[in-house]
């Protein structure tokens, strides 16, 4: 690994501070680094509205920061939102060069930044761990390339596949580590989709119960909840799957995490919607007589209709497994 590399890997590092509460700005890390390789500053995004990372890090610079590498996960922004550009800032305090992650495709920055820049006579390397970069951003460069947000499909089985008993019973599959996973999962989104049917059956709160977490996601039903549910949705929907997706896209939703029964898993699914499943396996097998698959409603004819992701993690949470898998 190079030094810009190991540098870079470091701020990607910070930056997983600012995921839950940065949204819908970008969840960035920066560096501030003087000749000798010392990091003399450090910023992520600050919650909607607050500094941007690489401002950050030039303020905990200060005059150190003139003449230094600035070493930061996502393009600088060179337009006036609710913060000045960061471009203008970089220039300003005098930074030298910049080792940049990937570029940032929002329409308002998309090479902007990179062209601010390279004009005030600061050069720019690109493209440094732009594979881990842009996985770790993904859900904002997917929103901002599609004006759709990142689908997250979460479920919960046994080991052969099921969530729910004959008797409809379902809580908990699961044991406290996979289910506060969970938590964070929903932390990270900014909205939760569930069906009515789910509604009524477990009547969720779809909160994200984390230590110092204030904003609550967007709940969204499809279908109309029935009356005195804890749920209170923000939207009650019947429109297509495609129309609520487009919408919630609107509405500045970066991630969308997808946690209903098996007639919604499997309506997103087969609308080739979802964008990352994460499946929650418990240590435990229930049979099929009368038992709910994790996508009942899901058809496959053959053996070359199946729907084939790439597996990107498995992890042990407790007596459970944490499957992650992407297209």
Known sequence: MTHDEALMASALEASAAARIDAPPNPWVGALVVDAEGVVRGLGVTRPAGGPHAEVVALAEAGPAARGATLVVTLEPCAHQGRTPPCTEAIVAAGIARVVLG?????????????????????AVEEGVLAGPVSRALAPYLWHRRT????????VAATLDGVVAMADRSSQWITGDAARQDVQRLRAESQAIVVGAGTVRADDPALTAR????????LRVVLG??????????????????????????????????VEGGPSTASAFVAAGLVNQVVWYVAAALAGSQRTLGALADLSTATIAQLRRWKLTSVEQLGDDLRIEMEE
């Not at 984390?210 to 996601?217: V, Y």
């Open 102 to 122: 990937v570029r940032d495709p929002d329409a308002h920055v998309d090479g902007r930044g990179v062209a601010a820049l390279r004009a005030a006579g600061v």
């Open 147 to 154: 004006g759709r947000p990142w689908i997250v499909l979460k």
């Open 210 to 217: 984390l230590p110092g977490r204030t904003l609550e996601p």
């Open 224 to 257: 109309t909840a029935p009356a005195g549910a804890r749920v209170r949705p923000c939207w009650e929907r019947s429109a297509p799957l495609e129309d609520v997706v487009a919408e919630l896209g609107r509405h500045g939703v970066i991630q969308a995490m």
